[in-house]
T-cell receptor, first 115, second 109 residues
Framework: DVKVTQSSRYLVKRTGEKVFLECVQD?????MFWYRQDPGLGLRLIYF???????EKGDIPEGYSVSREKKERFSLILESASTNQTSMYLC??????????????FGPGTRLTVL | GIQVEQSPPDLILQEGANSTLRCNFS?????LQWFHQNPWGQLINLFY???GTKQNGRLSATTVATERYSLLYISSSQTTDSGVYFC???????????FGKGTTLSVSS
């Protein structure tokens, strides 16, 4: 079974702090994704990565950056956390699309509160 | 962009009842996923079903891609089925999943 893990289930940070959210997958998937989920707005893509050291902006990249130094790990960085980044953050992974490998698998999520 | 609509938005059932959740999408797609989000927020994969019918225990799903809809059937519902059910399809670029707003299911004993 595919397993995607996230470093924290709950996180509380202060405004202005630098925040790191870590995601690890154990199935040798090439693609990895970061989404945030907010009431009334649904899930929105922040960034995704095709492969190691490759990244593309999603729909809402402002205020975030990412790092993918190893294939299994994809980090989301909030350079200077703000209260409007309080949200549920979900990581996902996928094998190279095509040939029936389009299914995305999600981690358990991190509920981040910025005070 | 592709629009995904789910109905009904809310569903309340007694344990043992059956239900059908619907997902309509605005453009032709070659992929569709159904998820269950549990009370702790995790998205659990139910089906990857670009077309046809699949069954997994009490759950089954059918996608008719040519008519741009998918159905999720839950039979003999249990309290553990409660939560939010999402369908999702890929955007035109094949990168981000576009999610519907979900159907919130409450099953009482």
């Amino acid at each position: 079974d595919v397993k995607v893990t996230q470093s924290s289930r709950y996180l509380v940070k202060r405004t202005g702090e630098k925040v790191f959210l870590e995601c690890v997958q154990d199935m040798d998937h090439e693609n990895m994704f970061w989404y945030r989920q907010d009431p009334g707005l649904g899930l929105r893509l922040i960034y995704f990565s095709y492969d190691v050291k490759m990244k593309e902006k999603g729909d809402i990249p402002e205020g975030y950056s990412v790092s993918r130094e190893k294939k299994e790990r994809f980090s989301l960085i909030l350079e200077s956390a703000s209260t409007n980044q309080t949200s549920m953050y979900l990581c996902a992974s996928r094998k190279i699309p095509g040939l029936g490998y389009n299914e995305q698998f999600f981690g358990p999520g991190t509920r981040l509160t910025v005070l | 962009g592709i629009q995904v609509e789910q109905s009904p938005p809310d569903l309340i059932l007694q344990e043992g009842a059956n239900s059908t959740l619907r997902c309509n999408f605005s453009d032709s797609v070659n992929n569709l996923q159904w998820f269950h989000q549990n009370p702790w927020g995790q998205l659990i994969n139910l089906f990857y079903i670009p077309s046809g019918t699949k069954q997994n225990g009490r759950l089954s799903a059918t996608t008719v891609a040519t008519e741009r809809y998918s159905l999720l059937y839950i039979s003999s519902s249990q309290t553990t089925d409660s939560g939010v059910y999402f369908c999702a399809v890929y955007n035109q670029a094949g990168t981000a999943l576009i999610f519907g707003k979900g159907t919130t299911l409450s099953v009482s004993s």
